[in-house]
């Protein structure tokens, strides 16, 4: 093997790859979102825009309680799966549990449904079964983003993150121009994406499974039922902290097409996709390629120096966030007319100078996702019930009134004040864990 060769071999380049797919996964997204936000705004107008947001809490819901958290539990245990010779187990244990929350949910949604008919509510039947299909298939997908993320298949995560994106828009205009531009046929559109993606990552889950031999059939059902207690017991506090999570989203929609108008909601959707939604990208790019090292150098969680190894690139990774954070926040302060003169229709401009409070609180929202690992690097995630319960309910006070003093101004500012609440209670939660090691050593 020649010098060349040993180079190109090393795992720094094998990094360094992924550092390249990760990002135009990421920068595809963000491409997507904002050409998407352009689009959409200038179709559906700022109200008609506020009644998709607001239609959009609903597979939130879905997103955030009944399928919360097994997603998670594939992207933390696969390699422990493999470890153990298990990922068939492990894998079947995840679908099982997703299909039994899909029963639970549609026998809600029939009960919900008769009571739509029964009220004469069946007007919103065809925006509710959209929601549903979009939010039931985006919900499967974070199996497989859960699985690939951990086997560290950049590339196809990459291309699917791009993907959802501009397809979510290829089928709305579609949708627009045969049926008419509004928030259904918007819903419908984002729905038709999401099975096509959907379908794209299972051909290549089934793909990985063939190369790896992966494909057996598991023999061991004792096996798989203790893979679906231990999915259940990590993701169990998801759906408890996700719907105070939701109800926070939520506060913030809501909180403004009532208190205000749909129009404001609309304008608040678009300023929150520039700045919150952007930050989020940009932190969801630092987690999707560290978590799979974070997990793989904690193990099973159950080894304390192994777990302090893990804590230390988590540091140095949220120091990063708050670096960048910092960076764009003074970017956005002196360019933010240009910003929203190019991203969105003209009567979305008017809150063009909250675009830098945007972009700390979604700064800071980025760095509460990055420190969460602190946690989530354990065997259980239950210790962050509290904090992102708490910070739930307190920004969805603060947002409330905010929204009644100061419209969407009050609502950007709330969004600040829960980020550094957060941020707050994780670091009291590792200073507890700190000691907790300390006294059991």
Same mark, same amino acid.
């Given at each position: 093997?020649?010098?060349?060769?040993?180079?190109?071999?090393?795992? #720094?380049?094998? $990094?360094?790859?992924?550092?390249?797919?990760?990002?135009?996964?990421?920068?595809?997204?963000?491409?997507?979102?904002?050409?998407?936000?352009?689009?959409?705004?200038?179709?559906?107008?700022?109200?008609?825009?506020?009644?998709?947001?607001?239609?959009?809490?609903?597979?939130?819901?879905?997103?955030?309680?009944?399928?919360?958290?097994?997603? @998670?539990?594939?992207?933390?245990?696969?390699?422990?799966?493999?470890?153990?010779?298990?990922?068939?187990?492990?894998?079947?244990?995840?679908?099982?549990?997703?299909?039994?929350?899909?029963?639970?949910?549609? +026998?809600?949604?029939?009960?919900?449904?008769?009571?739509?008919?029964?009220?004469?509510?069946?007007?919103?039947?065809?925006?509710?079964?959209?929601?549903?299909?979009?939010?039931?298939?985006?919900?499967?997908?974070?199996?497989?983003?859960?699985?690939?993320?951990?086997?560290?298949?950049?590339?196809?995560?990459?291309?699917?993150?791009?993907?959802?994106?501009?397809?979510?828009?290829?089928?709305?205009?579609? /949708?627009?121009?045969?049926?008419?531009?509004?928030?259904?046929?918007?819903?419908?559109? #984002?729905?038709?994406?999401? $099975?096509?993606?959907?379908? *794209?990552?299972?051909?290549?889950?089934?793909?990985?499974?063939?190369?790896?031999?992966?494909?057996?059939?598991?023999?061991?059902?004792?096996?798989?039922?203790?893979?679906?207690?231990?999915?259940?017991?990590?993701?169990?506090?998801?759906?408890?902290?996700?719907?105070?999570?939701?109800?926070?989203?939520?506060?913030?929609?809501?909180?403004?097409?009532?208190?205000?108008?749909?129009?404001?909601?609309?304008?608040?959707?678009?300023?929150?996709? $520039?700045?919150?939604? *952007?930050?989020? $990208?940009?932190?969801?790019?630092?987690?999707?390629?560290?978590?799979?090292?974070?997990?793989?150098?904690?193990?099973?969680?159950?080894?304390? *120096?192994?777990?302090?190894?893990?804590?230390?690139?988590?540091?140095?990774?949220?120091?990063?966030?708050?670096?960048?954070?910092?960076?764009?926040?003074?970017?956005?302060?002196?360019?933010?007319?240009?910003?929203?003169?190019?991203?969105?229709?003209?009567?979305?401009?008017?809150?063009?100078?909250?675009?830098?409070?945007?972009?700390?609180?979604?700064?800071?929202?980025?760095?509460? @996702?990055?420190?969460?690992?602190?946690?989530?690097?354990?065997?259980?995630?239950?210790?962050?019930?509290?904090?992102?319960?708490?910070?739930?309910?307190?920004?969805?006070?603060?947002?409330?009134?905010?929204?009644? /003093?100061?419209?969407?101004? +009050?609502?950007?500012?709330?969004?600040?004040?829960?980020?550094?609440?957060?941020?707050?209670?994780?670091?009291?939660?590792?200073?507890?864990?700190?000691?907790?090691?300390?006294? *059991?050593?």
């Amino acid at each position: 093997m020649t010098v060349l060769q040993k180079v190109l071999s090393t795992r #720094y380049l094998k $990094i360094g790859r992924e550092f390249v797919w990760v990002g135009i996964g990421q920068a595809a997204s963000v491409i997507g979102s904002l050409v998407g936000l352009k689009v959409l705004t200038k179709m559906l107008g700022a109200s008609e825009f506020g009644v998709l947001t607001l239609a959009l809490t609903a597979p939130l819901l879905l997103g955030n309680f009944f399928f919360a958290g097994p997603g @998670q539990a594939v992207m933390r245990f696969f390699s422990a799966s493999l470890e153990a010779k298990q990922p068939c187990e492990l894998m079947q244990a995840a679908w099982k549990t997703m299909w039994q929350r899909t029963v639970i949910l549609v +026998g809600l949604v029939v009960c919900v449904a008769i009571l739509m008919w029964l009220t004469g509510q069946s007007q919103w039947w065809s925006m509710s079964a959209a929601a549903l299909v979009y939010g039931g298939f985006t919900a499967f997908s974070t199996i497989l983003d859960g699985m690939q993320n951990a086997v560290r298949q950049r590339a196809v995560v990459a291309w699917h993150a791009g993907l959802s994106q501009w397809l979510r828009l290829l089928f709305a205009v579609v /949708l627009f121009l045969m049926l008419g531009a509004s928030a259904a046929v918007a819903m419908w559109g #984002y729905a038709i994406a999401s $099975i096509i993606v959907f379908s *794209s990552q299972y051909w290549q889950y089934q793909r990985y499974r063939h190369h790896k031999l992966l494909t057996q059939a598991a023999d061991h059902p004792d096996r798989i039922t203790d893979w679906v207690r231990r999915i259940n017991v990590y993701s169990w506090p998801f759906s408890v902290f996700g719907i105070f999570a939701w109800l926070q989203s939520s506060s913030e929609r809501w909180g403004l097409g009532i208190i205000v108008n749909t129009a404001a909601a609309g304008q608040y959707a678009a300023l929150a996709q $520039i700045g919150l939604a *952007s930050m989020a $990208i940009l932190s969801n790019y630092l987690i999707q390629m560290a978590a799979p090292v974070l997990y793989s150098r904690a193990g099973d969680g159950r080894d304390h *120096s192994r777990r302090a190894q893990a804590d230390r690139i988590n540091m140095m990774l949220l120091l990063a966030m708050f670096i960048v954070t910092l960076v764009i926040l003074v970017g956005a302060g002196l360019f933010h007319r240009e910003i929203f003169s190019i991203l969105v229709a003209e009567d979305f401009r008017d809150v063009s100078a909250l675009l830098p409070v945007a972009v700390l609180a979604g700064g800071l929202l980025g760095c509460g @996702q990055v420190a969460s690992f602190i946690v989530l690097t354990g065997t259980e995630s239950h210790p962050l019930i509290i904090p992102k319960s708490a910070t739930a309910i307190v920004t969805a006070l603060a947002v409330l009134v905010g929204a009644n /003093l100061a419209g969407i101004s +009050g609502v950007i500012w709330a969004n600040v004040a829960g980020a550094v609440f957060y941020l707050v209670l994780i670091f009291i939660v590792k200073s507890r864990k700190r000691t907790w090691c300390v006294l *059991s050593l």
